[in-house]
């Protein structure tokens, strides 16, 4: 169930554009996070999701469109 708040929803990597629930990106391991982001992105199968290739997405999980 999605949350109603986006702000809830934590913070992006400005790097790989992972939604992320900690301090580090678990993916790039950086702290070059943003909570400035839209366009709430699922991706359940990399392999087969042009919007996953278009955005060098190699891992499933919950990533933004959008960073800033
Ligand atoms: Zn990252």
């Known amino acids: 169930m999605p949350p109603a708040n986006k ?3 934590g913070k ?5 554009h992972r939604v992320v629930e900690g301090e580090n990106c678990v993916i790039c391991g950086t ?3 943003s909570d400035d982001w ?3 992105l699922v ?9 996953a290739k278009r955005m060098n997405i190699t891992l499933p999980g ?5 960073v800033r």
């Open 7 to 9: 702000k809830k929803q």
């Open 38 to 40: 839209s366009g709430y």
């Open 12 to 16: 992006v990597c400005r790097d790989c």
């Open 43 to 51: 991706i359940i199968d990399p392999e087969n999701s042009e919007v």
């Open 31 to 33: 702290t070059n996070l």
């Open 62 to 66: 919950r990533y933004a469109l959008k």
